[in-house]
């Protein structure tokens, strides 16, 4: 089945702590993507990567790290978390950068 | 500043009353524009790609058409487990990403 999968879905952690949310999709997709979504503010795009190797900042990139070392997998790295950073996170997957994305199930994380 | 507004923020049907959603945008040259819905706590799920001016997409009890500024999801004889968030997006000017509106909320009660 085509999916894109993120782990952990639920995550509660103190403020500091690095973390780190993973994703990975099996459709063979160049293109990755972060949002974060918040109540009032919709999704908003964290980081990209339009291929192995290559990535760039989206709207709202203070605080976070991304790396694509192999093409499936696209992890979203928070060094030191802040109660800020609570949010219903995604990862997202497509063939080009402004074609259909997939969504992944989301990550729910709370920082105290 | 590329810009894409859904309206209304919310709407609440009842079983079989049809109505539409709106989403404009501001992105000239516009290469896309999307659709998708969202349960709550879910990850939004593709519905609907449109390119050109007077295309128009169906599924089930959806349709979207476009137009040069705007796009509308009409909804027929909505049932209840329409009920979701409906979120339109197009390409940023760079096309580098997608931006996305904030949602139209469908409540559908029987």
């Known amino acids: 089945e085509a999916q894109v999968t993120q782990n952990p879905r639920y995550l509660i952690t103190v403020t500091g702590k690095k973390l780190t949310v993973t994703c990975s999709q099996n459709m063979n997709h160049e293109y990755m993507s972060w949002y974060r979504q918040d109540p009032g503010l919709g999704l908003r795009q964290i980081y990209y990567s339009m291929n192995v190797e290559v990535t760039d900042k989206g709207d709202v990139p203070e605080g976070y790290k991304v790396s694509r070392k192999e093409k499936r997998n696209f992890p979203l790295i928070l060094e030191s978390p802040s109660p800020n950073q609570t949010s219903l996170y995604f990862c997202?997957?497509?063939?080009?950068?402004?074609?259909?994305?997939?969504f992944g199930p989301g990550t729910r994380l709370t920082v105290t | 500043e590329d810009q894409v507004t859904q309206s209304p923020e919310a709407l609440r049907l009842q079983e079989g009353e049809s109505s539409s959603l709106n989403c404009s945008y501001t992105?000239?040259?516009?290469?896309?524009l999307f659709w998708y819905r969202q349960d709550p706590g879910k990850g939004p799920e593709f519905l609907f790609t449109?390119?050109?001016a007077g295309e128009e997409k169906e599924k089930e009890r959806l349709k979207a058409t476009l137009t040069k500024k705007e796009s509308f999801l009409h909804i027929t004889a909505p049932k209840p487990e329409d009920s979701a968030t409906y979120l339109c997006a197009g390409p940023n000017q760079a096309g580098t990403a997608l931006i996305f509106g904030k949602g139209t909320t469908l409540s559908v009660s029987s």
């Open positions: 997202a997957s497509s063939l080009g950068r402004v074609t259909e994305q997939y």
């Open positions: 449109l390119y050109s």
């Open positions: 992105v000239s040259g516009l290469r896309g």
